[in-house]
């Protein structure tokens, strides 16, 4: 019980741009390791 809330604190306390720059790096090392 206080482990979902921690996990759900953490989900709602990161930023939205913060997570499209994550997904963005990401994809950006997927591409260079297939090229």
Same mark, same amino acid.
């Given at each position: 019980? +206080?482990?979902?809330? %921690? *996990?759900?604190?953490?989900?709602?306390? %990161?930023?939205?741009? &913060?997570? &499209? %720059? +994550?997904?963005?790096?990401?994809? +950006? *090392? %997927?591409? =260079?390791?297939? =090229?």
């Amino acid at each position: 019980r +206080f482990g979902a809330k %921690v *996990v759900q604190g953490t989900q709602t306390g %990161v930023p939205q741009s &913060y997570l &499209y %720059v +994550f997904g963005a790096g990401l994809l +950006f *090392v %997927v591409l =260079i390791l297939l =090229i």
